[in-house]
C-alpha cells in the first residue's frame, strides 16, 4: 500500500512539473481572487470578538536538505481593540500567551517560566513589538490584522482564484498569490462569514522551498466567541525571567534541533 502511496505521489509531482496542470484563464480571475481577499479582511476586522482552534505545521530543513514538519496546535481569542490569548501545544513545547491590552505575558508551561512586556496599544501594536523584538509571531497572525487585505497584498506579483476547495467540511474559495519571497494560498469560506479556514505560505529563496501551515476550526465571533483568558494569573508558580532569555529558556524548537548558519 505505502508503494501505491509513493507511486501515485510520484506521478503527481511528474504532472505538476510538466505543466499539465497549469490553472486555466477561467479561473484565474485577478479581479475576484481581490474582491473575496478584501471581503474575508473587511469581514475580519469588523468583528469585535473572534475566537479559534487551530492546527498548524512548520517545515524546517537540515542542511543535508531534508524537510522535516513540526506540528502544533492550540487556541486564539481576542476582542478589539487590545484583548488577546492564545494557547500551542506540541510534542515539544506547551505555552500561552496573554495580552490584556497593557501587558504582553509569555509563558512556557514545561519549563514553568514566564516573562512580560509592557505593551500599550492594540492587538496590531503586540503583533509587530512581538515580531521585531521578540522574534515570535502570535498564530495566524497575518489574517487577524485589522488590515489584513493591505498587509497580504504588499509586494503580490501574481493571483489566481482557483475555484472552490473544502476544509474540514467547509466549502471554501481558493486563492493563490506569489511574492519574490513566498508563495502563498489561502482558502476562504463561503457565505456570510468568510473567515479563513486555512492559510499556507511556501518560502521561495530557502533551500528545501519550507511551508508554513495553519487550519482553523471552531470558528465563532460576537457572544459565541470564547472572550476570556486575557489576565495572567500565574496560577502555577511560575518563575519569572527576563525577555532577552526568552529564545533560549523558551525556545520555539525542539530540545535537539539545533539553529544553523
Known amino acids: 500500500m505505502c508503494r501505491n502511496i509513493l507511486r501515485s505521489a510520484a506521478v503527481l509531482a511528474a504532472v505538476l512539473s510538466t505543466g499539465l496542470l497549469t490553472p486555466t484563464l477561467a479561473t484565474a480571475d485577478e479581479t475576484d481572487a481581490k474582491n473575496l481577499l478584501k471581503a474575508m479582511s473587511d469581514y475580519m476586522a469588523s468583528q469585535d470578538a473572534i475566537s479559534f482552534g487551530y492546527d498548524a505545521n512548520l517545515d524546517v530543513v537540515t542542511k543535508d536538505n531534508q524537510r522535516l514538519t513540526l506540528a502544533s496546535s492550540g487556541t486564539v481569542s481576542m476582542e478589539r481593540p487590545d484583548k488577546f490569548h492564545s494557547t500551542r501545544a506540541s510534542g ?6 496573554f495580552f490584556d491590552g497593557q501587558t504582553l505575558t509569555l509563558l512556557g508551561k514545561n519549563a514553568n517560566l514566564y516573562t512580560q512586556v509592557e505593551v ?3 492587538v496590531d501594536d503586540l503583533v509587530t513589538m512581538m515580531i521585531e523584538k521578540l522574534d515570535r509571531t ?6 487577524l490584522s485589522a488590515n489584513a487585505y493591505d ?3 504588499d509586494g503580490v506579483t501574481d493571483v489566481k482564484d482557483l475555484g472552490s476547495g473544502v476544509i474540514d467540511g467547509v466549502e471554501c474559495d481558493f486563492l493563490a498569490f506569489r511574492t519574490d519571497d513566498v508563495d ?3 482558502w476562504i469560506a ?3 462569514s468568510p473567515y479563513p479556514c486555512r492559510y499556507v505560505v511556501t518560502s521561495k529563496k530557502i533551500a528545501g522551498a519550507p511551508q508554513y501551515s495553519i487550519q482553523i476550526r471552531d470558528w465563532a465571533t460576537g457572544d459565541q466567541a470564547i472572550s ?3 489576565d495572567f494569573g500565574n496560577t502555577s508558580n511560575a518563575q519569572m525571567i527576563d525577555a532577552s532569555e526568552i529564545g533560549k529558556k523558551m525556545s520555539e524548537l525542539p530540545r535537539h534541533f539545533k539553529i544553523g548558519e
Not at 515539544?92 to 500567551?97: D, I, K, M, Q, Y
Request: aromatic letters at 12%; charged letters at 20%; zero cysteines.
Open 190 to 192: 463561503h457565505g456570510d
Open 184 to 186: 502563498w494560498q489561502i
Open 228 to 230: 476570556d483568558g486575557f
Open 120 to 122: 500599550a496599544g492594540t
Open 151 to 153: 498587509q497580504l497584498m
Open 138 to 143: 502570535p498564530p495566524a497572525a497575518d489574517l
Open 92 to 97: 515539544f513545547r506547551n505555552s500561552e500567551t
